[in-house]
C-alpha cells in the first residue's frame, strides 16, 4: 500500500538527534528524505519501502550515504533489533513492529493530530498504554504531534 509524503522538517529534526550514534529502522521510505535525515548521524540505517518507483527516487537520494541500505520490499519481512524505529508506513501490527526494538530502544511514530483521545486511536492505544514501553507525545508544530516511546 502507498500512501503518505516525505515527513516535515521539524520532524526530521527529532529523527536526526534521536538517530545519533544508532542502528535504525524506517518503516517506510517514501522518498528518503527523513533516511537522509537519520543518516547524517546514525551508525546504520535500515529503511524498507514497499512501492518500487519511490524507492528508485529514494535510492537516489540515499546512495551519498554509505550507511544506509534501502531494502525495497514489506518491512514486514524486516528481522533484526535496532535501537532506534521510525514506523512510518501504514502500520496495524504495532506488537510486529515491537519486535525490532531492542530493549533501551526508541520507536518513534508522527503524523498525529494533537489533542485526540488515546481511546479508539489504535497507535496511542499501543504507543502510550503498552507497558513494556515507556512514552510521551510531543509537539513537533502547532498542529502536528509525534510519540516518542522507549522499550523498557
Ligand atoms: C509517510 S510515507 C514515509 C515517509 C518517510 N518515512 C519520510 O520520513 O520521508 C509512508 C510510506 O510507507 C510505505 N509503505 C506502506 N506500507 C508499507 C509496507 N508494508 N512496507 C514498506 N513500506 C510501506 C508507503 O509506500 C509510503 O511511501
Redesign the pocket.
Known sequence: ???????IPA??AL?RALAAGRDVA??????????A?MAETARSVV?????PA?AAIARGRLARFSNVELVE????SLRGAFALV?A????HDWDRVLTLVAPGGLLVK??LTPGRAIAGDPAREFLLRDPRLAAAEILTTPETAAIVAVRR
Request: glycine letters at 16%; a negative charge.
Open positions: 500500500m502507498t500512501d503518505g509524503g516525505s515527513s520532524v526530521q529523527l524506517e518503516l517506510g521510505t517514501a522518498f528518503g528524505e527523513g533516511a535525515a529503511t524498507v519501502e514497499v512501492d519511490r520490499g514489506d518491512w514486514r521510525f512510518d508506513a501504514d502500520v508522527d503524523d
